[in-house]
């Protein structure tokens, strides 16, 4: 048995750990400082973010909620979306197996 920790993490901008992987998802601790951003961007198939500490602003279509510690969304595939870090945020990013890793990071590089 294996503990897999998000706190784990640093707040300088927007960082991305792959964790854990097996035949059916990928989860990946995002951190991200106060006031960082994710451009916008969509997933090829559908993700969920759960938000484990912290507060993120979640804009979908124009649409902008707020996440607060412990609150999750789940989107569908080809769904655009952002984010903005309210104050230093965990976050556990749920992928599918076709999904990648480096994806997510190409998301951060831009």
Known sequence: ?????????????????????????????LSMAKNSFM??????????????????????YNEKVILNELDMIALGSMVKHSLKANEDSIIRLSLSLNDTFSRVKEVLNK
């Open 1 to 29: 048995m294996q503990i897999y920790k998000f706190n784990k993490t640093e707040f300088n901008g927007v960082n991305a750990k792959l964790l854990y992987e097996d035949k059916f998802s990928k989860e990946i601790c």
């Open 39 to 60: 451009k916008e961007h969509f997933a090829p198939n559908p993700i969920k973010i759960h938000v484990l500490k912290g507060s993120v602003e979640f804009c979908v």
